[in-house]
């Protein structure tokens, strides 16, 4: 189990992976798995009342209210992992995780507010004392964030710095636009399309593998990947983008399918 929440000495409720979460009412001498008909990974739980929020992987979260379980996509393109929650009440609550991400709701996760905040590392935990104080933290530093007015502000404490650097993974040449693509399969996937070399990267662009060269045009413009079937990709070549070729081969070879120059 990953975390635990007590509602009252005896009623409380645990949270685990492939979407388990079990129950007690007697203060832990027995528990009951809940059928949460999710099969994620569940990172963090709180509750309050009737309102029970689970963080979870691949950027949803799970709301329970006694009586039925529902998902909520918070539909981030990168699936970033759901890894704090910290509820106020029946109808708000704060979920942290993936890149540094905080946001709040006041209307029971129907709409989120997300805040700004210094950590620009991924967050792990949020609590909140009552609805104005607060404090978050990150599995990468040893940093606090707090806030007093509800997240509209997160502040570090007085004499803690933040220093920011960036590290060269992979050079990029004959490419305007964009020539990035995220694997539709792999969450932690990345296809780049650079000039005439198509890479990937299976490690969030720490490593990168050279999947083919010699592809056709100039300048890549714009690069997708089919979502049901990495075989299929396109990409619009040169300043202009008047050019579009095709692959069915996961881009061990590629076909035109516009030509301004045919």
Request: aromatic share 12%; proline share 3%; net charge positive.
């Given at each position: 189990?990953?975390d635990v929440k007590f509602l009252t000495?005896?009623?409380?409720?645990?949270?685990?992976?492939?979407?388990?979460?079990?129950?007690?009412?007697?203060?832990?001498?027995?528990?009951?798995?809940?059928?949460?008909?999710?099969?994620?990974?569940?990172?963090?739980?709180?509750?309050?009342?009737?309102?029970?929020?689970?963080?979870?992987?691949?950027?949803?979260?799970?709301?329970?209210?006694?009586?039925?379980?529902?998902?909520?996509?918070?539909?981030?393109?990168?699936?970033?992992?759901?890894?704090?929650?910290?509820?106020?009440?029946?109808?708000?609550?704060?979920?942290?995780?993936?890149?540094?991400?905080?946001?709040?709701?006041?209307?029971?996760?129907?709409?989120?507010?997300?805040?700004?905040?210094?950590?620009?590392?991924?967050?792990?935990?949020?609590?909140?004392?009552?609805?104005?104080?607060?404090?978050?933290?990150?599995?990468?530093?040893?940093?606090?964030?707090?806030?007093?007015?509800?997240?509209?502000?997160?502040?570090?404490?007085?004499?803690?710095?933040?220093?920011?650097?960036?590290?060269?993974?992979?050079?990029?040449?004959?490419?305007?636009?964009?020539?990035?693509?995220?694997?539709?399969?792999?969450?932690?996937?990345?296809?780049?399309?650079?000039?005439?070399?198509?890479?990937?990267?299976?490690?969030?662009?720490?490593?990168?593998?050279?999947?083919?060269?010699?592809?056709?045009?100039?300048?890549?413009?714009?690069?997708?990947?089919?979502?049901?079937?990495?075989?299929?990709?396109?990409?619009?070549?040169?300043?202009?983008?008047?050019?579009?070729?095709?692959?069915?081969?996961?881009?061990?070879?590629?076909?035109?399918?516009?030509?301004?120059?045919?």
């Amino acid at each position: 189990m990953t975390d635990v929440k007590f509602l009252t000495p005896l009623s409380g409720f645990a949270c685990g992976d492939n979407g388990t979460v079990i129950y007690t009412s007697n203060g832990g001498g027995q528990w009951t798995q809940l059928a949460t008909n999710s099969t994620k990974n569940l990172n963090s739980i709180d509750a309050f009342g009737t309102n029970v929020i689970v963080a979870a992987n691949d950027g949803v979260i799970l709301k329970y209210n006694f009586i039925s379980w529902t998902t909520i996509d918070y539909k981030i393109t990168t699936k970033s992992d759901v890894r704090g929650v910290s509820v106020i009440n029946l109808t708000t609550f704060y979920t942290c995780g993936g890149g540094g991400f905080i946001n709040k709701t006041t209307d029971g996760g129907v709409t989120r507010t997300y805040q700004s905040n210094p950590m620009m590392a991924p967050l792990k935990r949020i609590y909140f004392f009552d609805a104005n104080k607060g404090w978050a933290v990150s599995s990468t530093n040893n940093a606090i964030m707090r806030t007093t007015n509800g997240g509209a502000n997160w502040l570090f404490p007085s004499n803690v710095n933040v220093n920011i650097s960036f590290t060269q993974k992979q050079s990029i040449s004959g490419s305007i636009g964009n020539p990035f693509c995220l694997h539709p399969k792999n969450k932690n996937g990345i296809f780049l399309l650079s000039g005439s070399t198509l890479y990937r990267s299976l490690d969030r662009g720490e490593t990168w593998t050279t999947l083919a060269t010699s592809i056709p045009g100039s300048s890549c413009h714009s690069f997708f990947v089919n979502a049901n079937d990495t075989n299929l990709m396109i990409a619009s070549k040169g300043a202009g983008g008047g050019r579009v070729i095709g692959s069915s081969n996961y881009g061990a070879t590629w076909y035109d399918i516009i030509n301004p120059i045919n």
